[in-house]
């Protein structure tokens, strides 16, 4: 997973995405809507922010998202996005920059929404503290 990394990493010297992404080779930087994106969540199929597990954690609904991680967390879940993580997240929330580089929430249009690739958690904390609009990374 170095080589992919790296090779990726190279391919986007620019962004900080994650290895498991297929290669980007297009995108724009495009202002999108929040109530546009959907989240690809395993056992709840395509949903808005607003019903994801990682939203009704930042609304005191701990449990579904403990539940959630717990279940996929090492299969389809990679990343560590603990409680613990995501916590930490929350507390420093700085949307955009992630270790000197650009961060985006991620997207690919599917009709009239954007499907996250990556940054569900992003998502639901610009749309828990009330953003409408956000800069993001789409997929052309």
């Given at each position: 997973t170095d080589t992919a990394l790296s090779v990726f990493k190279k391919?986007?010297?620019?962004?900080?995405?994650?290895?498991?992404?297929?290669?980007i080779q297009r995108y724009a930087q495009k202002t999108k809507p929040i109530n546009l994106?959907?989240?690809?969540i395993n056992n709840l199929g395509l949903v808005p922010i607003g019903g994801?597990?990682?939203?009704?954690?930042?609304?005191?609904?701990?449990?579904?998202?403990?539940?959630?991680?717990?279940?996929?967390f090492g299969t389809l879940l990679t990343a560590d996005?603990?409680?613990?993580?995501?916590?930490?997240m929350i507390a420093n929330?700085?949307?955009g920059i992630h270790d000197?580089?650009?961060?985006?929430?991620?997207?690919?249009?599917?009709g009239r929404y954007y499907r996250i690739l990556d940054g569900?958690?992003?998502?639901?904390?610009?749309m828990h503290l009330g953003t409408k609009e956000a800069l993001m990374m789409e997929v052309l």
């Open positions: 391919a986007n010297p620019d962004f900080d995405i994650p290895y498991q992404l297929p290669r994106l959907r989240a690809s994801t597990p990682h939203f009704q954690y930042l609304t005191g609904d701990k449990e579904a998202y403990l539940e959630y991680y717990g279940k996929y996005d603990s409680a613990e993580n995501y916590d930490k929330f700085h949307y000197g580089k650009r961060s985006l929430i991620t997207v690919e249009q599917e569900v958690h992003r998502a639901a904390i610009l």
